[in-house]
């Protein structure tokens, strides 16, 4: 616990464990990092307005009441990485920010969500080698934003369609795998918005996108490459 200071908690071997809560008030910043192992987040982490990272040289999982918060102000972000592993959350664990972007990426491995609120802000769920896929229990939202990008190799909610609360999606999957979004807002806009051609883009797999609350718009290309 920091009133207004960083924390910056850093093992050079083995795992990070949180067990109990870590906060930082005012504009304190928290970065975790296991630099040989695994992060485990079983109990809530939390800043005011500052940023959180959280780095895991090979997974970060999340436990039911592993939520991470930024509780005020937009400027906060939620970074998350696993390094050579994959990025676990659990179906209730939740990652909230009041605008700030968050950012799950798994270079190496995949990446399984609970539920990511980041208000109006953008979201970037990225896992070059593995799949997105979810594990909350409908009508439960994976994704709740201004905007998203979701990119992975071998699918985008394969079994299950990834459950979204935005404005704007855009996604790829470069190998077999199919992409499957359920949207619940207003309307949802297909667009590459983060750059590129494609607003939605796969090879070889399915393409579904579903806006189940109103108007879906197609402002960039589609392609389901053969």
Same mark, same amino acid.
């Given at each position: 616990?920091?009133?207004?200071?960083?924390?910056?908690?850093?093992?050079?071997?083995?795992?990070?464990?949180?067990?109990?809560?870590?906060?930082?008030? #005012?504009? #304190?910043? !928290?970065?975790? $990092?296991?630099?040989?192992?695994?992060?485990? !987040?079983?109990?809530?982490? *939390?800043?005011?307005? /500052?940023?959180?990272? @959280?780095s895991g040289n090979?997974?970060?999982?999340?436990?039911? $009441?592993?939520?991470?918060?930024?509780?005020?102000?937009?400027?906060?972000?939620?970074?998350?990485?696993?390094? *050579?592993?994959?990025?676990?959350? $659990?179906?209730?664990?939740?990652?909230?920010? =009041? /605008?700030?972007?968050?950012?799950?990426?798994?270079?190496?491995?995949?990446?399984?969500?609970? =539920?990511? $609120?980041?208000?109006?802000?953008? !979201?970037?769920?990225?896992?070059? %080698?593995?799949?997105? %896929?979810?594990?909350?229990?409908?009508?439960?939202?994976?994704?709740?934003?201004?905007?998203?990008?979701?990119?992975?190799?071998? /699918?985008?909610?394969?079994?299950?369609?990834?459950? %979204?609360t935005l404005s704007?999606?855009?996604?790829?999957?470069?190998?077999?795998?199919?992409?499957?979004?359920?949207?619940?807002?207003?309307?949802? *806009?297909?667009?590459?918005?983060?750059?590129? @051609?494609?607003s939605i883009r796969?090879?070889?797999?399915?393409?579904?996108?579903?806006?189940?609350?109103?108007?879906? *718009?197609?402002?960039?290309?589609?392609?389901?490459?053969?």
């Amino acid at each position: 616990l920091t009133s207004d200071g960083l924390i910056d908690i850093q093992t050079a071997a083995g795992n990070l464990t949180v067990s109990n809560p870590v906060q930082a008030g #005012g504009a #304190g910043t !928290i970065n975790l $990092d296991a630099n040989a192992g695994n992060v485990v !987040i079983n109990s809530p982490v *939390t800043s005011n307005t /500052g940023s959180v990272t @959280i780095s895991g040289n090979t997974d970060v999982t999340h436990g039911i $009441d592993g939520h991470v918060t930024v509780s005020s102000g937009v400027a906060g972000t939620v970074t998350e990485t696993a390094t *050579t592993g994959n990025l676990t959350m $659990d179906g209730s664990s939740v990652i909230t920010t =009041q /605008g700030g972007s968050v950012t799950l990426s798994a270079p190496l491995g995949s990446i399984a969500l609970g =539920q990511v $609120d980041a208000a109006a802000g953008n !979201i970037f769920v990225e896992t070059p %080698t593995g799949n997105i %896929t979810k594990n909350t229990i409908d009508p439960a939202v994976n994704l709740v934003g201004g905007s998203a990008y979701c990119f992975a190799q071998s /699918g985008v909610g394969s079994a299950a369609a990834i459950r %979204t609360t935005l404005s704007q999606f855009q996604g790829e999957v470069t190998a077999a795998g199919d992409l499957q979004v359920f949207d619940t807002g207003a309307s949802l *806009t297909l667009s590459a918005w983060n750059g590129g @051609i494609h607003s939605i883009r796969t090879n070889s797999g399915l393409i579904g996108i579903e806006a189940s609350g109103g108007n879906l *718009t197609v402002s960039d290309p589609v392609q389901a490459v053969l």
